[in-house]
């Protein structure tokens, strides 16, 4: 069975996650790792950047650690915010099974300023566009064409910059917080764990 390490969106837990991952876990018939960031829900810490980088590194030790779970069963899944660690790990492990972006930044000030040309490294946070070139793994995009929160022109773009893009999905009509809902969302899962 294939792993989903799930990295979720910024406004939820695992508290508000643990639905979500049981009906992925039955409906998709995979695993699924959920973790909360430094910060967030019960985990202590504090919710930086970097220890979210080291919080999804130290989930995939426990897979293969504690677990037994080789990286190349293991599929990231990145939601929103979660696809900044997705997308870091992604370009760090070529041996991952793949990764899918749900509603992807482009980067943090992407988001905010998306006409933003030029923009400084050392000023930026999860800079997606410059890791999505290094991941090796098969990349599932998926995103809602009226997203109000992350314009669905980041999801486009980090298509276009993953080199084993899988078909992705565009849901028409639908926003950040109700992707799942299209018709599309499943089968779209289906078929890219089929083939990974």
């Not at 897979?63 to 660690?85: E, F, K, N, W």
């Not at 991941?135 to 809602?144: C, T």
Request: net charge neutral; with cysteine.
């Amino acid at each position: 069975r294939l792993t989903l390490l799930y990295s979720h969106g910024n406004a939820v837990d695992l508290g508000h996650m643990l639905p979500v991952y049981r009906e992925l876990s039955r409906l998709l018939k995979v695993n699924v790792m959920g973790y909360d960031y430094s910060g967030y829900g019960c985990s202590t810490g504090t919710p930086t950047v970097t220890n979210t980088l080291a919080d999804i590194t130290a989930v995939l030790a426990c897979l293969q650690d504690t677990y037994g779970i080789p990286a190349g069963r293991v599929v990231l899944y990145g939601q929103s915010v979660g696809s900044g660690p997705s997308c870091y790990l992604g370009a760090e492990r070529a041996d991952l099974a793949g990764v899918v972006l749900h509603s992807p930044l482009l980067s943090g000030v992407r988001v905010l300023k998306p006409h933003v040309r030029w923009w400084p490294a050392w000023a930026d946070v999860y800079p997606n566009h410059t890791l999505a070139p290094k991941i090796k793994s098969p990349v599932l995009v998926m995103h809602g064409t009226e997203d109000e929160v992350i314009h669905i022109s980041c999801g486009r773009r980090l298509l276009e910059l993953c080199p084993n893009k899988a078909t992705p999905l565009w849901a028409a009509g639908y926003g950040h917080q109700d992707l799942e809902m299209c018709s599309g969302y499943l089968p779209s899962l289906e078929n890219f764990l089929a083939k990974v």
